[in-house]
Antibody
């Protein structure tokens, strides 16, 4: 059974760093893209970027380039989304999603989401 | 960037009636080398992650009821729910995965009339 299990909810202060995770199981982790999608409270879906764990190729949306870092550790089948200095505007639900190789960015299977709250 | 728009923003349909959602991309998402439209539809219910319904504009994901269908090509696409059921109340998003950023449409909320 394919599973994407994301790390738990986080409450952080502005300026703090954060790394959330998405662990894949039940499939060959290195043969599928993993992407990240933001959903701010009461809002729509925003595509952030993707990584191909097989060779670590990464593509970002210009809206998120430089604001976050996407990485993966294929030895433990886990992808990450990282901030070096959080802002209150980063408060959102973050989803990871798996994509087939020929369809990078399309979310075939989704994690349960990680709620990030940034507040002083 | 390819801009995705959806219409209407929301609609209310009686149980058993048809619901139609439109999605338009600012540029074609049809890849000529394989004749595939890089367009997907998702359903998101409150408190849940999105669920893939349709990909390549018209291919139904495994397990998705056949009352859901997708059509269109190039820049204009439609998601149709042929006979609305109570469990179809959700927000529906289209997404292009033709080029980066692989953005979503703003969403269409579907309710029961």
């Amino acid at each position: 059974e394919v599973q994407l299990v994301q790390s738990g909810a986080e409450v952080k202060k502005p300026g703090e760093s954060l790394k959330i995770s998405c662990k894949g199981s039940g499939y060959s982790f290195t043969n599928y893209w993993i992407g990240w999608v933001r959903q701010m409270p009461g809002k729509g879906l925003e595509w952030m970027g993707v990584i191909y764990p097989g060779d670590s190729r990464t593509t970002y949306s210009p809206s998120f380039q430089g604001q976050v870092t996407i990485s993966a550790d294929k030895s433990i089948s886990t992808a990450y989304l990282q901030w070096s200095s959080l802002k209150s505007s980063d408060t959102a639900m973050y989803y990871c999603a798996r994509s087939e190789k020929e369809a990078a960015g399309r979310g075939d299977f989704w994690g349960q989401g990680t709620l990030v709250t940034v507040s002083s | 960037d390819i801009v995705m728009t959806q219409s209407p923003d929301s609609l209310a349909v009686s149980l058993g009636e048809r619901a139609t959602i439109n999605c338009k991309s600012s540029q074609s998402v049809l890849y000529s080398s394989n004749n595939k439209n890089y367009l997907a539809w998702y359903q998101q219910k409150p408190g849940q992650p999105p669920k893939l319904l349709i990909y390549w504009a018209s291919t139904r994901e495994s397990g998705v009821p056949d009352r859901f269908s997708g059509s269109g090509s190039g820049t204009d696409f439609t998601l149709t729910i042929s006979s609305l059921q109570a469990e179809d109340v959700a927000v529906y998003y289209c997404q292009q995965y033709y080029s980066t950023p692989k953005d979503f449409g703003p969403g269409t909320k579907v309710d029961i009339k």
